[in-house]
C-alpha cells in the first residue's frame, strides 16, 4: 500500500537560496539510469518506506550543503557524465534547486533523470510540494512511485525496484534506453578510501 507523504521537517527552511542538502554524490554511474551519469542523493524523506534502501536519507537534518552552481561545475568537470539523476530522499521537497542545476546541466547538453516516491499524479496535483513542475519540466525521465517491499523485484530485465512504480519518459530519445537493471550495484571507491555502494541492491551504502 503506498504511504502518505506528511510534512517534512522545518530544516528544509535552513537550507540557503541556491543550495542543495544532499546525502551522497557519485559521478560515472551506471546503474541509476542510461548511460553514465552524475547521481545525486538529496538528503530528507517522511516516508519512511519499510525495506528503503537509503534510511540515512530519511532525516531533513542539514546533512552535507553544496551550492547548485558548485554541484554544476562538478558535474560538467566530468567528461563521461551524460546525463546526472536525483535520488534521495526525496528529491521532489529540493525541486526549486534542483530545477535550476537541471537547466544548468540540459543547456550543456545532458539529460536529466529522477527518482520519487510519489506518483506522476501527485506531482501534478495542487498538493505537490513547492515547485514540482518547475522540476517535472526539466525531466527526461521519472521514475515515480514508493517502494513496497511487498512487490520487490529483483530482475535483470525491470528498472524498476517495486512492480508499483512505473518509469515515464518524457524525452523520446531516450525511450531505448531505458536498459538498467533493478539486480545491479556498483562499488565507487573514493579519493579518501571510503566506499559508496549503489544500486538497487546495494541501496546507497558509505563505508
Not at 537547466?103 to 506531482?123: E, W
Request: charge should be negative; aromatic fraction near 8%; include cysteine.
Amino acid at each position: 500500500m503506498e504511504t502518505k507523504p506528511t510534512e517534512p521537517s522545518l530544516a528544509l527552511t535552513e537550507i540557503p537560496p541556491g543550495y542543495l542538502n544532499i546525502m551522497g554524490y557519485v559521478d560515472e554511474s551506471e546503474v541509476n539510469g542510461p548511460g553514465c551519469r552524475a547521481v545525486i542523493w538529496v538528503q530528507g524523506c517522511p516516508r519512511e518506506c519499510p525495506g528503503c534502501f537509503n534510511p540515512d536519507s530519511w532525516s531533513f537534518e542539514i546533512n552535507q550543503l553544496i551550492s547548485v552552481d558548485t554541484l554544476a561545475k562538478k558535474i560538467l568537470s566530468k567528461s563521461r557524465n551524460t546525463g546526472v539523476t536525483f535520488s534521495g530522499g526525496e528529491p521532489f521537497w529540493q525541486a526549486a534547486a534542483l530545477a535550476s542545476l537541471a537547466r544548468k546541466l540540459k543547456a550543456a547538453g545532458l539529460n536529466v533523470m529522477s527518482f520519487t516516491g510519489f506518483t506522476l499524479k501527485q506531482l501534478q496535483s495542487e498538493s505537490a510540494p513547492p515547485n514540482s513542475q518547475e522540476l517535472l519540466e526539466q525531466l527526461d525521465i521519472l521514475i515515480d512511485g514508493p517502494f513496497v517491499e511487498s512487490l520487490a523485484i529483483n530482475s535483470p530485465n525491470s528498472p524498476v525496484s517495486s512492480s508499483n512504480q512505473r518509469v515515464n519518459v518524457f524525452n523520446p530519445d531516450l525511450s531505448d534506453q531505458i536498459t538498467w537493471a533493478s539486480d545491479q550495484i556498483e562499488v565507487h571507491i573514493l579519493k579518501d578510501g571510503s566506499r559508496i555502494v549503489t544500486g538497487y541492491q546495494g541501496g546507497l551504502t558509505l563505508t
